[in-house]
């Protein structure tokens, strides 16, 4: 059996896919591994790329099917494997990583590493569980006061969280590593609601209802690009709405609504800056939240 299977979701990430892949055998270490890599845009031959390595499978989903349509496509193709790790294309793996990762799992939880910026610069990866206090905390003080009250922050800002191993609610998407018998008990990740963004906040919260910890451990580093598959006044206003949606399927649609007027709140404090006008037209309006990528949900 194959030690790690890495699912990839490529969207326009041709430039970057090689350079990760060159990363892997050293972050690997002893670990035997093969790759997924899913092909969310028909118009990007990544073909050249993966033509040398015979480790890597190739499968090209034909249509945009969003992250975790991607990862479920990627998930349906694996080969047996002890682990599955969940791979942003745009990142680049520290010597030893994955297998730091596979060795603290302890056969039952969800790690994740510590994620750093092309200059070295420590990434605030770590999350806390949505509330609507939480959610209002970020829309008043955002990146003020980083060591208020845990019930005012969604973000872990405090710099010793990032040099400690410990457990969190959930992490940055960009990287993880789950054991396979935890992913097959978890399921497929739901692409039904989430095209991109709060994918990884459900998941998380999945896989801590399956009894599984998500835990951090800071001496297994990557890097990360961020916005390889673009940034854009739409992505900014997906990610607002799933946010919303995703409060509204753990919590009901009073809590919802109230966790969405906390955003609607957090948008207007900023419209001075396109992005936050386009995420309050989505916020309020079905149309216009039906036109953002991926469709209605």
């Known amino acids: 059996m194959i030690d790690c299977v ?33 092909n969310n845009d028909p118009d990007d031959d990544l073909r050249p790329i993966l033509a040398g390595r015979p480790e890597a499978e190739l499968i090209e989903a034909g249509a945009n099917l969003g992250y975790a349509g991607g990862i479920n496509r990627g998930l349906a193709a694996a080969p047996a494997s002890r682990w599955i790790v969940f791979l942003n294309p745009d990142l680049r793996l520290g010597p030893g990583a994955l297998e730091s990762l596979a060795m603290a799992t302890g056969g039952r939880d969800a790690v994740v590493p510590a994620i750093e910026d092309e200059d070295g610069r420590i990434q605030y990866s770590l999350r806390r569980e949505p509330t609507i206090l939480g959610s209002l905390g970020e829309a008043l003080l955002g990146d003020r006061w980083p060591s208020r009250p845990r019930a005012l922050s969604e973000m872990v800002r405090t710099r ?24 097959a008990r978890v399921g497929p990740w739901d692409a039904d609601r989430f095209f991109l963004y709060s ?8 896989l801590r209802t399956a009894g599984a910890s998500i835990r951090f451990l800071p001496e297994a580093v990557v890097s990360h690009r961020g916005g390889g598959s673009g940034t854009s006044d739409a992505l900014h206003a997906l990610q607002e709405v799933n946010r919303t949606r995703y409060f509204g399927k753990w919590h009901g649609r009073a809590a919802a609504a109230a966790f969405t007027a906390v955003a609607v709140l957090s948008n207007v404090l900023r419209c001075h800056r396109p992005r936050n006008r386009a995420a309050l037209r989505a916020l309020l309006s079905p149309a216009a939240r039906a036109a953002l990528p991926g469709g209605p949900r």
């Open 160 to 183: 010793a969280a990032y040099e400690r191993p410990g457990t969190v609610d959930w992490a940055t998407g960009a990287v993880m590593l789950v054991p396979t018998a935890v992913v």
């Open 199 to 206: 994918e990884e906040t459900d998941y998380c919260r999945r």
């Open 6 to 38: 890495l699912v990839i979701v490529s969207y326009r990430s041709a430039s970057d896919l090689d350079a990760l892949l060159a990363t892997v055998p050293a972050a690997a270490g002893t670990l035997s591994w093969r790759a997924v890599v899913v």
